[in-house]
């Protein structure tokens, strides 16, 4: 199996509401543990970030989550992160940081970080927090509990923009650099 690619016929997600509330909220003010070591918190950056939330990125020679293609909107971690990493010098010429968000453990994601040669970091929410606080949305997979996928830009510490349902995943960056071109 390619985790580079996206398999044809894949259930895209449905609109269902469950992100319309987060426009104009100001994201949770607490540290979240990044692949570089460092606790990041979003709430106190200035200027545009980008946080692309995922389920989980698989790992070469580690079976999925049974039914995992079946899912709407569960596959495709590992091509969204390559599509932000490709269009990274992009993001940061548009003025813009990117950050990446799952529930996985710091290690986990280190490896990730590292296999797929992103040039930014991934952050951990391993308690789910935003989904706590900010009720974000998220599903069941082989009795884990993931956040579906979804995208924010946030500014100066208030979402501006959210992008969800996000599918096709690989496509998610060109999303954000028109936006970003549009409002700018």
């Known amino acids: ?22 426009s104009g909220l100001t994201v949770v003010d607490t540290g979240f543990l990044a692949t570089t070591g460092e606790e990041i ?6 200027g545009r970030t980008i946080l692309y939330i995922y389920p989980m ?6 079976p999925l989550p049974e039914g ?19 269009h990274h010098n992009e993001l940061q010429e548009l003025r ?10 710091t290690e986990y994601q280190i490896e990730a970080q590292q296999r797929l040669h992103l040039p930014f ?16 949305p998220t599903f069941d997979a082989s009795g884990m509990e993931l956040y579906r996928r979804v995208t924010l830009v946030i500014n100066n510490g208030s979402i501006e923009k ?12 060109d999303e954000v650099i028109k936006w970003l071109r549009d409002n700018t």
């Open 121 to 136: 970091p991934l952050l951990s929410d391993q308690s789910m927090l935003l989904k706590r606080k900010m009720r974000l």
């Open 68 to 86: 995992w293609d079946e899912i709407p909107g569960a596959r495709g971690c590992t091509p969204q992160s390559c599509s932000f990493k490709d």
């Open 41 to 46: 918190n979003l709430a106190t950056l200035t």
């Open 162 to 173: 959210t992008f969800y349902p996000v599918f096709p995943p690989d496509k998610n960056a």
């Open 96 to 105: 813009a940081r990117v950050f990446g968000l799952s529930t996985q453990a």
């Open 57 to 62: 990125t698989a790992q070469p020679g580690t």
């Open 1 to 22: 199996m390619n985790l580079n690619n996206l398999p044809e016929n894949l259930p895209a997600p449905e609109d269902d509401g469950a992100c319309d509330h987060l």
